[in-house]
């Protein structure tokens, strides 16, 4: 019987260790994909705000190469893809001399490649040396179908539902700290659950809108700040709930939400 409750015990050891693990491998993962969002969405808001207020820094720079090719498609139809429209556009990629080195600004619509030849001198626009505007045309590409920019959109969701949880596990850890009520997973779950669900529809909005324009630069902030603020809105209302029958208050479970997985 000893050898037995050592084996068992053993065992839970063993899946112990294999759960921190795989929180703690999550928890990395989290971390570098909020990571990769802020540092887009900062990309693109400073960008955007640089373009708006005139504080691109400008160089004058030398056109050496415009190169271009075709890029078509169908817009959709049947399932064989028979009867869609043929779309297509050409797109630019400009070479330029600047300064001591060489800049390359790849896939440059039409409209702002025009007039421009090898050997011309023309005036960029550069964002932290990055070339955003030609002649004051727009050459940026921004938020685009790249694999960053794909993989971020795509699990925008897991990112939205993982900070939403971290603000509710926070606001809920300073409620116990300051004495007023202690919640349980059964409370955070309704609001996390909830200010998910509200990101969710704003993300869903902002995705429908790029059909029709541009969505703004900063787009990430609107799923995670609606969802946030209505899970915090609903957590204000559980421990107003709570500290109104302290009896029922229930102890802070450990490792059981998003946030701590």
């Not at 990395?28 to 373009?51: N, P, S």
């Not at 004058?60 to 498609?73: F, N």
């Not at 309704?190 to 787009?219: E, H, I, N, Q, S």
């Amino acid at each position: 019987m000893s050898d037995t409750s050592e084996a068992a015990a053993h065992v839970g050891t063993v899946r112990s260790r294999g759960g921190r693990a795989r929180r703690a491998v999550f928890r990395l993962v989290m971390v570098v994909l909020i990571l990769l969002l802020a540092g887009r969405t900062y990309e693109e808001t400073a960008v955007a705000l640089a373009r708006s207020n005139g504080s691109l820094d400008t160089a004058a720079a030398t056109v050496t190469e415009v190169t271009s090719r075709t890029v078509s498609g169908y817009s959709g139809g049947g399932q064989d893809g028979g009867n869609g429209t043929l779309l297509s556009h050409t797109e630019f990629t400009v070479r330029l001399a600047l300064g001591a080195g060489n800049k390359t600004v790849d896939r440059v619509e039409e409209r702002a490649a025009r007039d421009l030849w090898e050997g011309r001198r023309v005036q960029v626009g550069l964002w932290h040396g990055r070339v955003v505007e030609i002649e004051g045309r727009n050459v940026w590409r921004g938020w685009h179908f790249g694999a960053l920019d794909v993989t971020l959109t795509v699990l925008m969701p897991l990112i939205t539902g993982y900070l939403v949880s971290l603000a509710v596990l926070a606001a809920a850890s300073l409620a116990a700290r300051a004495g007023r009520v202690r919640l349980g997973r059964d409370d955070r779950f309704g609001p996390c659950a909830l200010g998910w669900a509200v990101g969710m529809f704003v993300l869903l909005a902002l995705l429908m809108r790029t059909a029709f324009g541009d969505v703004p630069a900063y787009w990430p902030a609107f799923p995670v700040g609606a969802g946030a603020t209505v899970a915090l809105v609903l957590l204000g209302a559980v421990i107003r709930r709570h500290a109104r029958t302290p009896t029922q208050d229930a102890p802070v479970g450990a490792d059981d939400t998003l946030a701590q997985a």
